[in-house]
Nanobody, 124 residues
Framework: QVQLVESGGGLVQPGVSLRLSCAAS????????MGWFRQAPGKGREFVSA????????IYTDSVKGRFTISRDNSRKTLYLQMNSLKFEDTAVYYC?????????????????WGQGTQVTVSS
């Protein structure tokens, strides 16, 4: 079992940056694919980004490419999401997820472990 706790969300203006963190406990962090999803009010949970445990390869949804960067520190058992040039449409609850898999999946039902989420609000 893996327990995940997100942090770093907040209320920010458009154009600024935030870094989300996800601290993991239990399980073997270094052998889990890790990902970020988000859910805006009234919408389903949306894939944002994921990173492999095999070779640290990454994937992103198109709307965040070039603005967001996912990374992991296996020694600290922590996942990060650096979010730059934030936009109004990035407003959502951001969730960290983990799955024991060599493949990176983009649908929520393929991920086994979830954090509680952290709110990111982009507003002027």
């Amino acid at each position: 079992q893996v327990q995940l706790v997100e942090s770093g969300g907040g209320l920010v203006q458009p154009g600024v940056s935030l870094r989300l963190s996800c601290a993991a406990s239990g399980g073997t962090f270094g052998t889990y694919a890790m990902g970020w999803f988000r859910q805006a009010p009234g919408k389903g949970r949306e894939f944002v980004s994921a990173i492999s445990w095999v070779d640290n390869s990454t994937i992103y949804t198109d709307s965040v490419k070039g603005r967001f960067t996912i990374s992991r520190d296996n020694s600290r058992k922590t996942l990060y999401l650096q979010m730059n040039s934030l936009k109004f449409e990035d407003t959502a609850v951001y969730y960290c997820a983990a799955v024991y898999s060599v493949l990176l999946r983009t649908t929520p039902d393929r991920w086994d472990f979830w954090g509680q989420g952290t709110q990111v609000t982009v507003s002027s």
